[in-house]
Protein backbone atom coordinates (compact mmCIF):
# COMPACT_ATOMS: atom_id res chain seq x y z
CA UNK A 1 0.00 0.00 0.00
CA UNK A 2 1.65 3.23 -0.86
CA UNK A 3 2.01 5.77 2.01
CA UNK A 4 0.26 9.13 1.10
CA UNK A 5 2.51 11.74 -0.05
CA UNK A 6 3.50 14.70 2.64
CA UNK A 7 1.73 17.90 1.90
CA UNK A 8 4.49 21.08 1.14
CA UNK A 9 2.62 23.51 3.79
CA UNK A 10 4.76 22.71 7.16
CA UNK A 11 5.11 24.71 10.33
CA UNK A 12 8.18 25.57 12.13
CA UNK A 13 7.84 26.05 15.88
CA UNK A 14 10.61 27.76 17.89
CA UNK A 15 10.42 26.56 21.37
CA UNK A 16 11.65 29.45 23.36
CA UNK A 17 12.17 30.60 27.08
CA UNK A 18 11.53 33.77 28.39
CA UNK A 19 15.69 34.24 28.49
CA UNK A 20 15.44 33.45 24.95
CA UNK A 21 17.29 30.30 25.39
CA UNK A 22 15.92 27.85 22.30
CA UNK A 23 15.10 24.03 22.30
CA UNK A 24 17.08 22.21 19.30
CA UNK A 25 16.31 18.77 18.96
CA UNK A 26 18.49 16.44 16.83
CA UNK A 27 16.90 14.51 13.70
CA UNK A 28 17.25 10.38 14.18
CA UNK A 29 17.48 10.37 10.62
CA UNK A 30 20.38 12.47 10.01
CA UNK A 31 22.27 13.04 13.30
CA UNK A 32 24.15 15.96 13.71
CA UNK A 33 21.26 18.36 11.98
CA UNK A 34 19.57 20.36 14.45
CA UNK A 35 16.37 22.04 14.41
CA UNK A 36 13.41 23.49 15.57
CA UNK A 37 9.95 21.46 15.80
CA UNK A 38 8.93 21.51 12.24
CA UNK A 39 5.91 19.33 10.10
CA UNK A 40 3.57 19.09 7.58
CA UNK A 41 0.06 19.76 7.71
CA UNK A 42 -1.90 16.26 7.94
CA UNK A 43 -4.79 17.69 5.50
CA UNK A 44 -5.08 20.55 3.20
CA UNK A 45 -7.99 22.31 5.28
CA UNK A 46 -5.84 21.50 8.66
CA UNK A 47 -5.25 25.03 10.37
CA UNK A 48 -1.85 25.97 10.48
CA UNK A 49 -1.83 26.51 14.42
CA UNK A 50 -3.41 23.15 15.16
CA UNK A 51 -0.81 21.68 13.40
CA UNK A 52 1.90 23.24 15.37
CA UNK A 53 0.21 22.38 18.54
CA UNK A 54 -0.03 18.55 17.54
CA UNK A 55 3.61 18.89 15.73
CA UNK A 56 4.80 20.27 19.12
CA UNK A 57 3.40 17.27 21.24
CA UNK A 58 4.10 14.69 18.97
CA UNK A 59 7.52 15.48 18.78
CA UNK A 60 8.39 17.17 22.11
CA UNK A 61 5.60 15.65 24.20
CA UNK A 62 4.81 19.12 25.29
CA UNK A 63 1.25 19.96 25.77
CA UNK A 64 -0.49 23.17 24.12
CA UNK A 65 -3.62 23.35 25.77
CA UNK A 66 -6.89 26.04 25.69
CA UNK A 67 -7.48 27.87 28.91
CA UNK A 68 -11.34 26.11 28.68
CA UNK A 69 -9.78 22.84 29.05
CA UNK A 70 -9.54 20.88 32.39
CA UNK A 71 -6.04 19.66 32.44
CA UNK A 72 -4.36 21.62 35.26
CA UNK A 73 -0.63 20.93 37.39
CA UNK A 74 0.44 18.85 34.47
CA UNK A 75 4.43 19.56 33.99
CA UNK A 76 4.39 19.12 30.41
CA UNK A 77 1.53 21.56 29.78
CA UNK A 78 1.21 25.37 28.69
CA UNK A 79 -1.53 27.71 27.23
CA UNK A 80 -2.23 28.13 24.37
CA UNK A 81 -1.73 31.49 23.88
CA UNK A 82 1.95 31.31 24.81
CA UNK A 83 1.94 30.03 21.56
CA UNK A 84 2.78 32.64 18.75
CA UNK A 85 1.78 32.57 15.00
CA UNK A 86 4.83 35.32 13.68
CA UNK A 87 2.68 35.58 10.68
CA UNK A 88 5.55 34.85 8.67
CA UNK A 89 6.30 32.28 5.98
CA UNK A 90 9.19 30.94 4.00
CA UNK A 91 8.61 28.87 0.88
CA UNK A 92 11.89 27.04 0.15
CA UNK A 93 13.65 24.21 -2.00
CA UNK A 94 12.87 20.71 -0.50
CA UNK A 95 15.75 18.90 -0.03
CA UNK A 96 16.70 16.63 -2.13
CA UNK A 97 17.30 13.54 0.03
CA UNK A 98 13.42 14.27 1.75
CA UNK A 99 11.76 14.94 -2.04
CA UNK A 100 10.43 11.37 -2.25
CA UNK A 101 7.70 11.63 0.28
CA UNK A 102 5.61 14.39 -1.75
CA UNK A 103 4.46 13.80 -4.98
CA UNK A 104 5.96 13.68 -7.74
CA UNK A 105 6.84 16.89 -9.48
CA UNK A 106 7.11 18.83 -5.94
CA UNK A 107 9.85 20.81 -5.14
CA UNK A 108 8.72 23.74 -2.92
CA UNK A 109 7.33 23.92 0.44
CA UNK A 110 5.59 26.79 2.44
CA UNK A 111 6.19 27.03 6.12
CA UNK A 112 4.81 28.94 8.50
CA UNK A 113 6.60 30.55 11.53
CA UNK A 114 5.67 30.13 15.12
CA UNK A 115 7.23 30.64 18.12
CA UNK A 116 6.44 29.35 21.85
CA UNK A 117 7.11 30.25 25.07
CA UNK A 118 7.70 27.56 27.82
CA UNK A 119 8.96 27.49 31.28
CA UNK A 120 13.00 26.95 30.80
CA UNK A 121 12.34 23.42 32.96
CA UNK A 122 9.64 22.06 30.97
CA UNK A 123 9.77 18.25 30.96
CA UNK A 124 11.12 17.38 27.16
CA UNK A 125 10.30 13.95 25.79
CA UNK A 126 11.06 13.30 22.34
CA UNK A 127 9.46 11.46 19.84
CA UNK A 128 12.59 7.99 19.23
CA UNK A 129 12.02 7.64 15.50
CA UNK A 130 11.92 11.36 14.87
CA UNK A 131 14.48 12.95 17.22
CA UNK A 132 17.29 11.73 19.59
CA UNK A 133 19.07 14.18 21.53
CA UNK A 134 17.65 17.78 22.57
CA UNK A 135 19.52 20.75 23.90
CA UNK A 136 18.97 24.20 25.39
CA UNK A 137 21.40 27.24 23.72
CA UNK A 138 20.72 30.87 24.12
CA UNK A 139 19.03 31.87 20.09
CA UNK A 140 22.27 33.03 18.61
CA UNK A 141 24.17 29.96 19.24
CA UNK A 142 20.96 28.05 18.73
CA UNK A 143 20.73 29.64 15.20
CA UNK A 144 24.57 28.81 14.51
CA UNK A 145 23.56 25.23 15.16
CA UNK A 146 20.08 24.93 12.75
CA UNK A 147 21.19 23.09 9.47
CA UNK A 148 18.31 24.75 8.22
CA UNK A 149 19.30 28.37 7.05
CA UNK A 150 15.27 29.32 7.38
CA UNK A 151 14.90 27.92 10.91
CA UNK A 152 17.96 29.53 11.73
CA UNK A 153 17.07 33.14 10.27
CA UNK A 154 13.43 32.63 12.12
CA UNK A 155 15.40 31.86 15.42
CA UNK A 156 17.29 35.15 14.79
CA UNK A 157 14.25 36.75 14.80
CA UNK A 158 12.94 35.73 18.25
CA UNK A 159 13.80 38.65 20.02
CA UNK A 160 11.46 40.57 17.84
CA UNK A 161 8.76 38.35 17.97
CA UNK A 162 8.86 36.46 21.45
CA UNK A 163 6.44 37.22 24.25
CA UNK A 164 9.18 37.89 26.88
CA UNK A 165 6.64 37.58 29.90
CA UNK A 166 6.47 34.47 32.04
CA UNK A 167 4.78 31.56 30.29
CA UNK A 168 1.35 31.18 31.31
CA UNK A 169 0.63 27.36 32.38
CA UNK A 170 -2.03 25.56 31.83
Known sequence: MHKPYKIPESVLVVIHSPELDVLLIERADKPGFWQS???S??????????????????????????????????????????????QLSNVY???PVW?????????????????????????????PREHISQM?????????????PSNAEAILQLPKYSQRQ????A
Open 166 to 169: RPEK
Open 37 to 39: VTG
Open 99 to 127: RHRYAPGVTRNIEHVFGLLVPRDIPVVLA
Open 93 to 95: EIY
Open 41 to 86: KDAEDEPVQQTAVREVFEETGIRIIDETSDIEGQSNSVSISNLNNW
Open 136 to 148: WLPYREAADKCFS
